[in-house]
């Protein structure tokens, strides 16, 4: 019996792109040793996405959709399909086709040898403005930091093996990085290259503002060392304190003290801008604690085709 791949397609404000969407992968896989399901959630999208993906379902019962009841985030959206995803394996790309479709051939045939992830790596990332690369790479490069895992070519296009689904489906964390925990759970892994492809339709949601919240979320939920450089600012406050009271206490047995007020101020202004930053810090944290025990769902489904088998 042919195995079952699950294909996880989050989509947000993608209406121009469903059909386009289905038609290729249709295209492409059909024919293929495999069966394959195609599992898009609209997460809280604006324009009619879900009405696209529902009409598309009418037309093939391979096609399959889910609607949240607001935004959850891309994070949510993945969860959801993993979910509600019946096959032996589960591949997540994008709706917009930048994570080319025609690399889940080989994917497959990686899982057939044994590999349980088989990630897939950015070799280049196509047509981008000067500012989304640097606002990428920026992003990157903090993700790389905080986590110590190299994110700078990962992405969320991924095949996971049934078992690691299950394993990312049993963590009872509310706030989730996939990216990232497809590495945590370890398992047998491999890397496939590909070039980002060009969007046909629409426009990209990620800006600079949306890329730094998306860092900052998914590094907090993901490692405490943000909160180590709260000690590290304390660290340098005392360090300070100690060479300027040393300063202070030469110049006054020395009889050549002069009024400190400039240099007052400025400790002043030095040690309270730590003093906020670290509150800042340890109140983000705090936050997300605060989250996490409330227990709320990490989304909220409106609807979804009937076709659907899977727990959402």
Known sequence: MAELISLVIPSYNEEENIENTVKTLKSILDGEDFDCEFIFVNDGSADKTFEKIAAESEKDERVKGISFSRNFGKEAAIFAGLQAAVGDACVVLDCDLQHPPTLIKEMVAKWREGFEVVEGVKSSRGRESI??????????????????????????????????????????????????????????????????????????KWSFISLMKYAINNATSFSTLPLQIVTFLGVISIIGSVILGIQTLVKFFMGTAEAGFPTVILLELLIGGFIMLSLGIIGHYIARIYEEVKGRPKYIVREHTKNIKGNI
């Open 131 to 204: 500012f989304h690369k640097m606002s990428a790479g920026l992003f990157y490069r903090i993700m790389s930091r905080l986590i110590k895992i190299d994110m700078r070519a990962t992405s969320d296009y991924k095949l996971l093996d049934r078992k690691v689904v299950n394993v990312l489906l049993s963590l009872t964390e509310r706030n989730t990085f996939f990216r990232a925990l497809t590495f945590w759970v370890g398992f047998k892994s491999t890397k496939l290259e590909y070039d980002v492809e060009e969007r046909k339709f629409g426009t990209t």
